[in-house]
C-alpha cells in the first residue's frame, strides 16, 4: 500500500474522529458546532423506520461500489474509527 493511502486513511479516522459524538448515543460534533453557528439545530444521523444506520455501515456501501482509491482509503478511515469507538458497532440501535 502506498504511503498517500495510508494518510488518506488517517485522515479519514481524524475526520470522523472529530465530527463524531464521543460514546455512541452522543450528538455529532458536527450536528453541534452548526447549531452553535447558525442557530438552527441539524440533525445528519441517518435512520430508517426508527432504526440508526451507522456511518461505518454507509461508508461500506461507498467502499464496495467505489473505484476510487482515495475514496475507498478515506471510507475505511471511517470504518476503522467506528470500529475502535463505539462499543454498538454491530448492534441495532432503534432511536425513540
Do not use: P
Not at 464521543?22 to 423506520?49: A, C, L, P, R, W
Amino acid at each position: 500500500m502506498q504511503l498517500e493511502y495510508i494518510i488518506i486513511i488517517l485522515l479519514g479516522f481524524l475526520f470522523f474522529t472529530l465530527s463524531s459524538g464521543d460514546k455512541s448515543g452522543d450528538q455529532n460534533k458536527f450536528d453541534k458546532f452548526v447549531s452553535e453557528i447558525t442557530g438552527y439545530n441539524i440533525n445528519t444521523s441517518i435512520s430508517f423506520n426508527g432504526f440508526r444506520i451507522h456511518h461505518w455501515m454507509i461508508l461500506s456501501i461507498f467502499l464496495i461500489f467505489s473505484n476510487n482509491l482515495i475514496t475507498k482509503s478515506f471510507c475505511i478511515g471511517g470504518i476503522i474509527q467506528a470500529f475502535t469507538t463505539y462499543n454498538d458497532c454491530f448492534k441495532i440501535v432503534f432511536d425513540h
